[in-house]
């Protein structure tokens, strides 16, 4: 019996290089949020800024009683750390499950984005990294189900309005890159017969 290979193929090195690319550039660009002095619960987003040089706070309207702003000097930055953690945790998981698809199997072969079940699974993984609310991947919200489903036993139906949401947006991508494939399949044919 033939023990597969420990190194990476191309498809594997393709996934560890845009891997740690994204959560690079993830840990040196956090989210920021902006505190205020004296109270606890007020956190406001503020967005991405480079790890050694946080954004600045930025004054509130209507903070203080009587809609009175606050000035920026009553804040202070922090880094969102929920944010960050399920940004992170998010893409190491997609980017761990996507080098097991690919890698090499005991015959040698690998797996193909043209074999259509490769495809499903990398397209169910790839949707998995969509912000549904700009911030939280899908797979932070979809973690996040028992939760949700433990706290607001009658509120299921933005569960599965979200779960719907996100099997759309992996039919989408099914789609869109069954088309590029078979595009790409088609020229490559006309290539091989206009050749002499």
Request: one cysteine or more.
């Amino acid at each position: 019996m033939r023990v597969p290979s420990m190194k990476p193929n191309s498809a594997q090195k393709v996934i560890l290089v845009v891997g740690f690319v994204l959560l690079l550039c993830l840990a040196l660009f956090p989210p920021w949020r902006e505190a205020a002095e004296k109270e606890v619960d007020f956190r406001k987003d503020i967005g991405r800024g480079f790890v050694l040089s946080p954004p600045q706070p930025v004054a509130v309207d209507c903070y203080f009683v009587g809609c009175k702003t606050a000035p920026s000097s009553y804040f202070h930055v922090l880094i969102y750390r929920k944010l960050l953690l399920s940004q992170l945790i998010t893409v190491g998981i997609v980017g761990l499950a996507l080098l097991w698809i690919f890698r090499l199997n005991r015959d040698g072969t690998g797996a193909s984005l043209g074999v259509r079940k490769t495809r499903l699974q990398f397209c169910v993984l790839i949707a998995l990294l969509i912000p549904l609310d700009g911030r939280y991947p899908f797979g932070a919200w979809l973690a996040d189900i028992p939760r949700q489903i433990v706290l607001h036993e009658l509120l299921l139906i933005p569960i599965i309005f979200m779960v719907l949401i996100y099997l759309g947006c992996v039919c989408m991508i099914f789609l869109l890159l069954s088309a590029v494939i078979k595009t790409n399949a088609a020229l490559s044919r006309r290539r091989m017969v206009a050749r002499p």
